[in-house]
């Protein structure tokens, strides 16, 4: 069993930072595949980034550039750096975690609201 917590969301104005940390318990984390997805109101969830346990990322066309993933194993964390903010990254960020090929789970974190003002 994994927990996930996120921390970090918030306001920020158009052009603003913010950094998503996603704190992780069990001892499965470093072989697993960790990403945060994103859902806004009225939209599907969709993927933002992930990152693998060898360090492999992957990012959405909308926030190549201005976002970054990053792990930590020794800490059991994943964090997401958001640079030049966009309205339209406003929602509800969620972490995840997921299984390699010779194992079957995923897990999801509560979610953390991030607000873009314009």
């Known amino acids: 069993q994994v927990q996930l917590v996120e921390s970090g969301g918030g306001l920020v104005q158009a052009g603003g930072s913010l950094r998503l940390s996603c704190a992780a318990s069990?001892?499965?984390?470093?072989?697993?595949?960790m990403g945060w997805y994103r859902q806004a109101p009225g939209k599907q969830r969709e993927l933002v980034a992930t990152i693998t346990g060898g360090g492999k990322t992957n990012y959405a066309d909308s926030v190549k550039g201005r976002f970054t993933i990053s792990r930590d194993n020794a800490k059991n964390a994943v964090y997401l750096q958001m640079n030049s903010l966009k309205p339209e990254d406003t929602a509800v960020y969620y972490c995840n975690a997921n299984s390699p090929s010779f194992l079957s789970y995923n897990y999801w974190g509560q979610g953390t609201q991030v607000t873009v003002s314009s």
């Open positions: 069990g001892s499965i984390f470093r072989i697993s595949a």
